[in-house]
Each structure stands twice: as structure tokens, then as C-alpha cells.
């Protein structure tokens, strides 16, 4: 089979190298890619927007399965113009991508299917957000409608913190001015968050392992949200009866609400959920595998991952057998390494050190992210620039593998968070 991936950072790289392992395989690309995804696939110069260059390579190529990585190109409608012209294709609709493309569908579609979450109220309007703010007795979270790259969500602990997460949102149109244009403003919740995530074809589902991921910028949860610093699986606190609260609570009348709203869902169905001292609830949705949760959990995976997409792809989830879904039952730990200035605006082009002696470590894998190849260099081209990722017989081996894996790598600037999976290792953070 010929496959194309989309897509350019860790969850991609981490897309690729899985894909590679199956015999199946017989010519694999991405586009654009990065200096991980040109080890193992054919990096193709196209942006994950140029539907028509994209279209137009598939139908050269050959292309028998397209894995769309980004929120981006769902959103947008790839998978429909794709589908539109006979290429098959991992992917929800745009209509059911917009589960994470707005904030205020996927609120109103939890509604409907009677999903737990926090209570909450749309505005299209700033003075009418900050009005409803003043009217509230707790704190609240601010989140803008439409996408922003994983930074358009404000967790406020005061008024003064609520209003310039408004103001940022609406105002100054910081994610500009389609994410801007409504805000959905809800009632904080407390509890551990949790990433659930699962391949979904219209009725049935497979569960990846569940993952805790560090938004945080710096250590002990302090600093602005990023797109994700670090992350671990299987998360200790999801028990075998949480999950299935969880699939049959929020996953399972997700999916049947939006079957009989005529837009069945395809691909992957990622909730992210607040463990709240009532149960779990959800804080949002996304329409495609998480990143840097995508990283742990396929260097866990120990079945062929195409044998899950196509049944995916074709509908036959309910045929898909148990055995052909297995996971190491080791624990992972992934840590996201970035570039100086990052989540503002990250310094590129500086040359990366340290990566043969950590491909030679047992139980280790580095994922590329904002990396680029030049001449016989690899130099950091994004924000988050690799997720460095391990396997151990427990969550502190693991951590303590990561780690010193870590210590192989160098570039000017490089920063980290040093505490990823420590509280859940049963360590003192402040130790």
C-alpha cells in the first residue's frame, strides 16, 4: 500500500514510524514532514492547506490511504474534498470536526447528548462576557469558539484574569478574528485532568492507553498553556471501571448523537475530561490523535497501527479482533523539549546535538516536531521541537529513562519541564 500522512510535527513523526513497521507498507510519505519523518518516509514539500496540491500528488501516487494528523485540514474539510475524489481516507467530516473547530458546537452537542460538563454560556459580545463574568460566584475558564493552536483556553483566578482573557480573545483578536468572533465561558472545574482517546467508526470504538498531559509551560503546573510539554500513559488514576464510565457516559452517546444529527463520526475521538469528585466531565473534544499524548502511546502500540486504520476507514470496527490491538503494559513517558521563547515566539534555525547517542538507548525514541534538515545538520524549526519518549516497568523507571535520555541532548535555549509524571510516580514534587 502507498500512504501519505499530513502533517509536520511529533504526532506525525510519531504516525510514520508506526506505519513503517507494517509489512503492509509499500511506499510511505509525508507532507511536509520533518527532519524524524525523512528517516522513515519520503517527505513531500506540500503544506497541509494545499488541498489541490495534495489531492493532485494522492491521484499520482497512487495513494491508497491518507492519515490526516492536524486539526487544521479537518476542520477546513480535507477529508471531504479527499472523499469527494475517491481517495480514502482517515478523518472526521469538517461538519463533525467542527467538535473541536468550535467550542460552542461541541458545548451545544454535549447538551443534547446529555454528556457531563460544566455549565456554561456563549458570547458574541465582550461587555456581555465580561456582564456575565461579574454575575458569576466561582471562577471560570474563557475559551475562544474556533481554533487556536492549543493556547485559546484561559483557566482565570480572578475577575481581572477573566476580562483580559476576553479582552485577548475578543479585542485584541489574539487567535484571530474567526476563533475570536465568540467566546464560551464556563464554570471552573477541579480534579485531575485525563486524555481519553479512541479510534471511532460510527458505532464502534478502540481505546488507545489514558494519558495525562502537562499543558503548563514550567514545572509545577506555573506559566502560560502550551500545546502540550510532556505526557504519560497508561495513566495509573484510569481504572478499568473508569474507562468504561467513560465510554459508555461520554464516548458512546457522543457517537449516537452525532449519527442521528447526520454527522456520523470517523477517525479519532479525543476527550479531554476533568476527574471531578462527581465524575468525570468533559473540558473539550478534538477530532484527531493528541500531541505529544500520540508519541507514548504508539511507541506502547504493539499491533500493526494500519490494520486499525483501515478498519476504521472501511466500518468494520465491530469485526476487529481484541488480539490485533494490543499494548506494552509497560509505562511511557514522553517530555517535550522546545526552543528559547516558546509558547511566544520560538528561536529557530539552531543546530541540535546529542541525537545519535540517545537512538542507541534501549526503550527510547525520539520524536521530531519543529525540526527541519539542512545539508547533514538537523536544526530546530518550532516551538516544541522534540518529544523525547520512554518505556519502563513503572512510571518512575520510565521517568528516570526520559530523563536521562535528555541529558544526550543540546541546542541554545533548549527548556523543559523537569517534573512530567512525578506526581503520579508517588514522588514529592518539591523533592
Not at 481516507?89 to 451545544?108: D, I, M, N, Q, Y
Not at 470504538?205 to 500513559?233: E, I
Not at 490491538?325 to 514522553?334: E, G, L
Amino acid at each position: 500500500m502507498n500512504i501519505l500522512v499530513i502533517g509536520k510535527g511529533g504526532r506525525e513523526h510519531a504516525l510514520v514510524w508506526k506505519l513503517a513497521q507494517s509489512p503492509r507498507v509499500t511506499k510511505l510519505y509525508c507532507a511536509p514532514g520533518n527532519a524524524g519523518t525523512s528517516q522513515e518516509a519520503e517527505n513531500i514539500p506540500i503544506e497541509p492547506q494545499q488541498t489541490q496540491e495534495l489531492i493532485e500528488f494522492c491521484q499520482k501516487k497512487k495513494i491508497d490511504l491518507v492519515v490526516i494528523g492536524p486539526e487544521d485540514p479537518l476542520v477546513a474539510g480535507l477529508a471531504d474534498e479527499m472523499r469527494a475524489r475517491n481517495i480514502r481516507v482517515f478523518g472526521p467530516s469538517k461538519r463533525a470536526a467542527c467538535l473541536e473547530g468550535s467550542k460552542v458546537f461541541s458545548k451545544e452537542l454535549m447538551h443534547r447528548a446529555n454528556v457531563p460538563t460544566s455549565e456554561y454560556g456563549v458570547f458574541e459580545h465582550p461587555d456581555h462576557a465580561r456582564k456575565y463574568i461579574d454575575s458569576r460566584d466561582y471562577p471560570v475558564v474563557v475559551k475562544a469558539d474556533g481554533l487556536a493552536a492549543g493556547k485559546g483556553v484561559f483557566v482565570c483566578s480572578s475577575l481581572v484574569d477573566a476580562y483580559q482573557a476576553v479582552d485577548r480573545i475578543m479585542t485584541k483578536e489574539e487567535f484571530g478574528p474567526v476563533a475570536g468572533r465568540k467566546v464560551v465561558i464556563e464554570r471552573r472545574l477541579d480534579g485531575q485532568e485525563l486524555s481519553c482517546i479512541a479510534l471511532v467508526s460510527k458505532r464502534n470504538l478502540l481505546l488507545l492507553p489514558p494519558a495525562q498531559d502537562h499543558k503548563k509551560v514550567f514545572d509545577n503546573d506555573q506559566g502560560p498553556n502550551t500545546g502540550g510539554m510532556g505526557v504519560y500513559c497508561p495513566a495509573p488514576i484510569a481504572t478499568a471501571h473508569l474507562q468504561a464510565q467513560i465510554v459508555d457516559k461520554i464516548l458512546v452517546p457522543v457517537m449516537h448523537t452525532m449519527k442521528i444529527t447526520e454527522c456520523p463520526f470517523q477517525g479519532v475521538l479525543y476527550a479531554g475530561l476533568m476527574l471531578t469528585n462527581t465524575g468525570p466531565k468533559v473540558l473539550e473534544f478534538n477530532v484527531r490523535f493528541g500531541d505529544p499524548e500520540t508519541q507514548p502511546q504508539l511507541f506502547s502500540l504493539q499491533s500493526d497501527l494500519l490494520d486499525a486504520l483501515e478498519a476504521v476507514v472501511d466500518d468494520t470496527l465491530d469485526e476487529f479482533p481484541e488480539e490485533k490491538w494490543q499494548f506494552d503494559p509497560r509505562s511511557a513517558v514522553s517530555v517535550v523539549l522546545c526552543s528559547e521563547g516558546y509558547p511566544g515566539k520560538p528561536k529557530i534555525g539552531l543546530p541540535i546535538e546529542g541525537l545519535e547517542e540517545v537512538n542507541r538507548l534501549p526503550d527510547v525514541k525520539v520524536f521530531h516536531s519543529g525540526t527541519i534538515q539542512s545539508d547533514n545538520q538537523i536544526l530546530t524549526n518550532g516551538g516544541r521541537v522534540l518529544s523525547v519518549t520512554a518505556k519502563g516497568d513503572t512510571l518512575s523507571a520510565a521517568r528516570e529513562r526520559v530523563y536521562e535520555a535528555i541529558k544526550y541532548i543540546r541546542f541554545p535555549g533548549m527548556h523543559y519541564r523537569t517534573d512530567i509524571g512525578l506526581k503520579a510516580a508517588g514522588q514529592n514534587p518539591s523533592s
